[in-house]
Structures are given as structure tokens and as C-alpha cells.
């Protein structure tokens, strides 16, 4: 990876690239510490000291930005929103799948679509966020200022922050290095690195006045962090192989097909969606639990109590639909009988089956076999960190979903600086 990034560099054009794609992360950082007027900075901190609410989750997207009200609050949840929901009402509504289906106007009118989405949830998540800084006592009134007025303000504050991410990483994407909107997250989550890094050495200090299990604890989890990242690495450039062979046409007077090939299935075909999708789901109720406070004696206190990011039934149904929300994401993304009705127009067949329905098929039972390894992957990664937490007794600032993204994203990156420079050292034909 680091000698891809040292050869682009040596590229003009490449290295524009990565300097503008720098000026973007740094414009971003300065902005998740510009904090929002009429706001008590660090408001939220002791909402989101529970790792299992969707306030914790979101703090830790925005690099800490959220816990201190500042500009960049929202980071780019509402458009990370707005795109799964379109790009899921694609196979839902025909306009939008006849969209979808017109090449580069269509991407266009798409796109035009998402931002417009990302504009009504930026202000449904802005107003939502407003009234629970208002409840929590964290309005700071000025003297002569109303309430109307400082709602105004923080509301239209976070929308703004929320918009301008966008715009940056659209322009990353043609200006820069490409990958923006993904580059962004991961600059986001990287800066919590600090903060983990200080957790880590507070549980060495501890294990020096006598706490011995930190000082087994921290090498450990180490060891397996970085165990874990390869293990990522491995499962994110996986991919099952189907063979295909094509049969030989005669057009004219040239010979065609007679050729083998390959249809390659990636194990980690949905990515990360189904751990953002399902740990998104399960942080409402410890998120409502934050919110009305109830008595833990009580009814709900106890109901919402099982949905606690420590508590066995949480990590139970945490691998329930993570499967469940990975099964459902390939069946929308991947369809069996249209890939066997283009084999069969391009005279393609695989080996010992039958064209047609055998091979649509054969094709969903690899499918169906990958999607569950994939699942189980995903699944183990997202449930370790709970897993070694409850042995340890340790707060591991990083869960296995930011993991996945980080490596997904690092990963995606070196895969399109490697890809361009092959288009500029291409001499091509006439050479």
C-alpha cells in the first residue's frame, strides 16, 4: 500500500490528486472542531459514554464531532442514509429503476435525487438532535436572543456542516483521488485513533499499580486487532470463481468465443451495510433508554436493559440480523437468471450445466453458500469486540463495523490509485 502511494506520487497528475484530497481531510477536521453557536461544547458526553447507543456509534463516524456540537455534527450520516434508502427504492419503483438503467443521464438524475433526500434528512436529524440538546439542558440562551432564533441557528448550523461534507467529497471524487464520500468517513474514524491509543496506555498505567490482567489484556487485544485486519483483508479479496466457457461463432469471416472465463463472486459481496444496517436498528432502544431514563426495576427498564451492548441476548440478535440484512441486501443486488440469460445470449455455458434454468440455479446455490460465509464473517467481526470487552472488562473504543470500513476503504483506495496509474503508463496500441 505504501509503495502504490510512493509511486503515484511520483506522478504529476496523481500527485495534484492526493494533495487536494489532503486539503479536503484537513478542511474537514478544521470543521469538526468549529463548535455551533448557542451550544455548551461536549453536551452529548455523557449521552454517548454507552458504546451501544446510536449516539456513540455516530460520534464515532464523526471523528468526536457529534459529542462536541460543532459544525461537522452530522457528518455524513444523512447522505450515507439517503443513498442506501434510494439505491433500495431502485428495485422498488419502476421510475427509478428505468433511471438506473440509462447509463450516465440517468446516474445524474439519481444523484439529483440523493441530494434532495439528503437535504430532508438533514433537517429531520438536525431537528431531532436540537430537541434533545434542548431537553438535556445544553441550549446556552444569549441575552436578547430567543429560542426561535437559536434554533434557527443550531438547526440550519448542522444542515449546513451535513451539505458542505457532501460537496467536498463530490469533489473529491473529480478532483481528487476519487472514493470521496467513503475517504471522508474513514479520515473521521482514523482521528479517533488517538483517543483509543490513550485508552490503551490509562489500562497499562493501571496494570502497573498492580491490576496485572491490563497488562496481559492490552498485548492481547493488540495481537488480535491486528489479526483481525488481516483476517479483513483476506475475506474482502475473496471471491468464489465459477468457470464459463463460450462456444465458437462465426461472424463473417472471423471466429469468435471458444474461450474460457470466469464469473467471480465476491464472499463480502453487501460490504459493510448489513453491520451498519443491524447495529443502527439495535441502538434505538438503548438510544430511547437514554432518553426517558426509566427505573431499572421496572418494566422497561428491564425490557431495554436486554438491548445493553454487554448483554448476551444484544450480541445474539446483533448475529441474527446481520445475517439476516446480509441475505436480503445480495438477493436485491444479485440476480441468478439474469446472469444465466447472458450466458445463453453470448453462447456462454458453465461446465456440466445446462443453459437456462440449471443455471440460474447452480448460480443461486453459489450464492446462497457465499452469502452465508460472507454473513458469518461479518458476523464475527462485528461481535468480537463485544466478545473480548466482556472478558477483558476493557472499552475498546473501536468496534469491528469502523474496522470493516477502514480496511474497506483503504483497500478501494490503493485498488483506484493502482488502476489510474495503469491508464497513464499504457502506451497503448499504435506504439
Known sequence: MFQTFRNAWKIVDLRKKLLFTAMV?????????????????????????????????????????????????????????????????TIAIPYLEQLSKEGEEGRKKINKITRYATVALAFLQAGAYYIMLRNSQAVLYVDGASGVFAAVVIILSFVAGAMLITWMGEQVDQKGIGNGISIILFAGIVSRGPA??????????????????????????????????????LMTEAERRVPVQYA???????????????????????????????????????????????????????????????????????????????????AVQYNPIEIANNLRKNSGTIPGIRPGKPTSDFIARVVSKITFVGGIFLAIIAILPIFVGAVSKMNIALGGTTVIIVVGVALDTVRQLESQMMMRHYKGFLE
Open 25 to 89: 481531510i484537513i478542511i474537514f477536521r478544521i470543521g469538526a472542531a468549529i463548535p455551533v453557536p448557542f451550544l455548551e461544547p461536549g453536551a452529548l458526553q455523557s449521552m454517548i459514554s454507552t458504546s451501544g447507543s446510536l449516539l456513540g456509534y455516530l460520534d464515532v463516524l464523526t471523528g468526536g464531532a457529534f459529542a462536541q456540537c460543532t459544525l461537522f455534527a452530522l457528518s455524513i450520516s444523512p447522505y450515507i442514509t439517503s443513498s442506501i434508502v434510494v439505491q433500495l427504492l
Open 196 to 233: 483509543m491509543v490513550g485508552t490503551m496506555w490509562q489500562y497499562i498505567q493501571l496494570g502497573l499499580n498492580g491490576q496485572t490482567r491490563y497488562l496481559i489484556g492490552v498485548p492481547v487485544i493488540t495481537v488480535l486487532f491486528v489479526v483481525v485486519i488481516g483476517f479483513i483483508v
Open 248 to 330: 465458437q461463432r462465426v461472424v463473417g469471416r472471423k471466429m469468435y468465443g471458444g474461450q474460457s472465463t470466469h464469473i467471480p463472486i465476491k464472499v463480502n459481496m453487501s460490504g459493510v451495510l448489513p453491520v451498519i444496517f443491524a447495529s443502527s436498528l439495535l441502538a434505538i432502544p438503548g438510544t430511547i433508554k437514554g432518553f426517558i431514563d426509566p427505573m431499572e426495576t421496572g418494566f422497561w427498564g428491564k425490557f431495554l436493559g436486554i438491548f445493553d451492548y454487554d448483554h448476551w441476548f444484544y450480541a445474539l440478535t446483533y448475529f441474527a440480523l446481520i445475517m439476516a440484512f446480509n441475505y436480503f441486501y445480495v
